[in-house]
């Protein structure tokens, strides 16, 4: 079958990994890239020699695609989605889809009336860990009634080789990091979130201009309630992940965003590790995410992680922000009119 036709807009930090990872598919070529920043530009152009490049969009209106990437910041992405939707080219969009609710709602309307398929790239649904996590609560020890997920990070905002725009941004782990979080709890919950109680905040020595930090009581409709504490600025250069979901036969606990899954029944007095396949992180997650969104396009499988589907995660974000602002619980619905 012929490959795909893919364009990159943006060419920073997360294109790099796409580079690799489209490159590495034989169902997808690259044939366009997108950025305004000329360093940029040449950089990829170096690693895709085949491509043709262009200091803005309207290379999407003359090129010959299938398929547009965005890699930019979500901030300012109308002109972007606008542009794809012009050319009927589905859209596979880094997370988080915009920087505000209503923003995303929009774009995701434009998608649709427009026709066109538009996926985020959810890469943590993919990580064999969050699959066997799912088979634990199934095979092994039922369903999850609460959990405790905590992430502390100390991520130095001035290395190179990151992205720069969240040390100036609103909300910055909210937006750009719980959202992945918060993905993967409606993912393994199987589960809309229902309420959210939330506060956010900075640490004294914050590089970020603004909150690094947010505590959250989640609860699911199902009835699960998790307790979540994620931070951007843990003031140790060592991070700190634990998942613990407990359900009706016992515990499920992941220790590492990437793996480390064991589980146990009441009773027993240590973990059964559940051995996982060797795992490159960034890569193998984006190219099982990759594999779902070409054969969405074949008429092969349902398009996951849709932008519709992505709007309830940005919800909880809002909730979150709005939450720690009001100092009361927010009811999912009410964000909803
Ligand atoms: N899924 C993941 O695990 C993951 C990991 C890292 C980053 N991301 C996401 O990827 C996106 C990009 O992040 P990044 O780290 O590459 O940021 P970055 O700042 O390193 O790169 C963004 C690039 O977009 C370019 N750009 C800005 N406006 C543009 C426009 N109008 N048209 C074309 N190009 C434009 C910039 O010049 C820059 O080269 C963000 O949404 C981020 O949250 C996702």
Redesign the pocket.
């Known amino acids: 079958m012929t490959p795909l036709r893919f364009i990159i807009?943006?060419?920073?930090?997360?294109?790099q990994y796409w580079i690799n990872v489209l490159q590495a598919n034989a169902d997808c070529r690259i044939v366009g890239l997108?950025?305004?920043?000329e360093a940029?530009r040449t950089r990829a152009a170096d690693q895709c020699p085949d491509a043709v490049t262009g200091a803005d969009?309207t290379l999407i209106d003359h090129l010959q695609a299938d398929a547009v990437l965005l890699?930019?910041?979500?901030a300012?992405r109308e002109v972007?989605i606008e542009a794809c939707c012009r050319a009927g080219l589905p859209i596979l969009a880094?997370?988080?889809l915009a920087d505000s609710v209503p923003r995303a709602r929009d774009y995701v309307a434009m998608a649709e009336s427009a026709g066109v398929p538009l996926m985020v790239?959810l890469?943590f649904r993919y990580l064999p860990v969050t699959r066997q996590t799912l088979r634990l609560f199934s095979d092994e020890v039922g369903q999850p009634a609460f959990s405790r997920f905590t992430y502390e990070r100390w991520r130095d905002g001035y290395l190179p080789h990151l992205?720069?725009?969240p040390l100036t941004m609103q909300h910055p782990m909210l937006w750009?990091q719980s959202i992945?979080h918060f993905d993967l709890m409606r993912f393994v919950y199987g589960a809309e979130p229902v309420s959210i109680y939330a506060r956010t905040f900075n640490p004294p020595w914050s590089m970020y201009a603004d909150d690094a930090n947010v505590s959250a009581i989640i609860t699911f409709a199902n009835g699960v309630i998790t307790e979540y504490q994620g931070t951007w600025q843990g003031n140790w250069s060592v991070p700190g992940f634990e998942w613990r979901h407990d359900c009706a036969e016992g515990v499920v606990i992941q220790k590492d965003q990437f793996g480390s899954l064991g589980f146990a029944r009441r009773a027993e007095d240590a973990l059964t590790e559940v051995p996982l396949p060797a795992y490159r992180q960034?890569i193998d997650d984006a190219s099982a995410l990759l594999i779902r969104f070409v054969a969405a396009l074949r008429g092969e499988g349902p398009l996951e992680c849709s932008g519709r589907d992505h709007l309830h995660s940005l919800q909880m974000v809002e909730a979150c922000i709005q939450s720690s602002r009001t100092g009361q619980a927010i009811q999912i619905a009410d964000l909803m009119t």
């Open positions: 807009v943006g060419l920073g930090a997360r294109a997108i950025d305004p920043l940029n969009l890699c930019t910041p979500p300012g972007q880094e997370k988080p790239v890469n992205n720069k725009y750009e992945h960034w």
